[in-house]
């Protein structure tokens, strides 16, 4: 129990005092995935679009397979990234191992599935709403899409925060591919797991309230910024 | 202008799903004029006809031609459904989205849509969400929509169902006055009166068959099939 309050306690100082290393991590985090969820949605969405509009032999599979990979096992990717990205790896010429950059690509694959399913259930519907019209209309595929898109957006915010929450709390995959090194690819997830592993259970408390601190706080300024509950339907 | 789409041809044109037919054969030519209302008992395959013919629903086996290859002939043609399909958007950007969706800049287009809106008597409700418009707002709302390209054939199916006399008042005025700037209208009613009023020809379908295309007047005092007869009389048909 002493150790809640001691982390609590750590914590606030750690705020109070905009403790620099504490706010570089916390930047980092936030610039690794939101640029990762950034990068995802604009795979993951048009692609949810796609799905829900075009028809083609193979899509029921395809769905499938993407609602299977929304449980794609963190460290996995971060192996086949680390595999991939290494200096005998075929991108190895890059030298992106162990850098935030590597981090970013590991999320976006993990986050991209997620979000392209979650995408791809609102737009299925409002396509089932929509469809009559828009082929009425006499509108292209690529047309049609757009239009869903821009009609769901509230829905698809929704996916995007899904992808967000899951890679700002995410640590297998960044650890591997980032190697938690301090000043360089350390983020939140990364050294509240070397803390606790340190038996620094204190300070590990303190970073993990911080990172809860920020994902509520990015999914509460979004929903204002975008007055999700203001209108009743859209 | 564009090049004419009428007439409309269809030649055996049939519809059939899972192997029970919905409409068909039918053998029918639309000249470019007209206020043809489609009678029949639910199920007869009316909204199947109307589908078919507007392109939303491929024949099954025979042919429905326009003047000029689909491709060109698909922007002139406007389809008011039974149920409304709202676009999440206030009611001036569903009556411009026609236009905006095929590059129109949004300014122009709100500028036309307001005009639409006005002509409907929505101009009020311009910049309310569709979602809060009343039913016969609504389909006033999808009428303004169907008539912003300026189709040259109108497809309504059961636009007045479940609405009041004044809304129906209103939205037969619309039609009346598209229909006298030369909009080709093909509609369906279940609503005798309205037919009498509206209609200069009549199609009865019953059956997935058309058992009369007569001329109004002649249909109504006088009609030839005797399935036709009995549904002007108001039997129930099976």
């Known amino acids: ?234 | 202008m564009v090049e004419q789409i009428l007439p409309l041809r269809l030649a055996g044109a049939k519809l059939t799903r899972r192997g029970r037919t919905l409409v068909g054969p039918i053998d029918l030519t639309l000249g470019p004029q007209g206020f043809t209302i489609v009678m029949g008992p639910n199920g007869a395959g009316k909204t199947s006809l109307l589908r078919m013919m507007h392109g939303l629903e491929r024949p099954s086996s025979g042919r429905v031609e326009w003047a000029v290859p689909e491709v060109q002939a698909r922007p002139s043609q406007a389809y008011v459904f039974q149920h409304p399909t709202l676009m999440r958007r206030t009611a001036l950007d569903n009556v411009a989205y026609p236009l905006t969706v095929h590059g129109m800049p949004r300014k122009e287009a709100r500028a036309r849509a307001a005009e639409a809106l006005k002509s409907v008597g929505l101009g009020d409700s311009a910049l309310k969400m569709a979602y809060y418009l009343s039913g016969g707002e609504r389909q006033k709302l999808a009428l303004a929509r169907a008539l912003i390209r300026k189709p040259e054939i109108l497809f309504l199916d059961e636009p007045c169902a479940s609405l009041d006399g004044r809304a129906i008042r209103d939205i037969e005025h619309i039609l009346l006055t598209a229909h006298a700037a030369g909009t080709r209208i093909m509609m369906i009613t279940h609503d005798h009166g309205q037919a009498r009023r509206l209609a200069e020809d009549v199609l009865f379908i019953h059956h997935g068959q058309l058992h009369a295309a007569d001329q109004a007047d002649a249909f109504f005092s006088d009609p030839q099939s005797p399935e036709a007869h009995a549904f002007l009389k108001g039997d129930i048909l099976i």
Not at chain 1, 89 to 99: I, R
Not at chain 1, 104 to 122: D, G, R
Not at chain 1, 126 to 150: G, K, M, P
Not at chain 1, 171 to 181: D, K, L, Q, S, T
Request: glycine fraction near 8%; aromatic fraction near 6%; proline fraction near 3%.
């Open chain 1, 1 to 234: 129990m002493t150790e809640i309050w001691d982390g609590l306690r750590q914590a606030a100082l750690l705020i109070v005092t905009l403790d620099p290393d504490l706010l570089q991590i916390s930047a980092r985090s936030l610039h690794v995935t939101l640029t990762a969820t950034v990068i995802a949605s604009a795979i993951g969405l048009p692609l949810g679009g796609w799905l829900a509009v075009y028809r083609f032999r193979a899509r029921r599979s395809v769905i499938a397979l993407l609602n299977a990979l929304m449980g794609l096992p963190p460290v996995v990717v971060g192996l086949i990234v680390y595999l991939m990205l290494s200096r005998s790896g075929p991108f190895g010429v890059f030298g992106l191992l162990f850098t935030p950059t590597a981090m970013i690509i590991a999320q976006v694959v993990i986050l991209t599935p997620l979000i392209a399913s979650i995408a791809h259930q609102a737009l299925r519907e409002l396509w089932a709403e929509y469809h009559d019209l828009l082929i009425s209309l006499n509108t292209s595929r690529r047309q049609r899409i757009r239009t869903l898109l821009w009609d769901a957006r509230r829905a698809l915010l929704t996916a995007s925060l899904a992808g967000f929450g899951r890679g700002i709390g995410e640590v297998g995959a960044i650890m591997i591919v980032g190697g938690n090194i301090d000043q360089a690819t350390r983020v939140l997830t990364t050294a509240i797991a070397l803390e606790t592993g340190k038996g620094n259970f204190a300070l590990a408390l303190g970073l993990g309230f911080v990172l809860i601190a920020i994902a509520v706080g990015v999914n509460l300024s979004i929903h204002y910024a975008s007055k999700t509950e203001v209108s009743s339907r859209w």
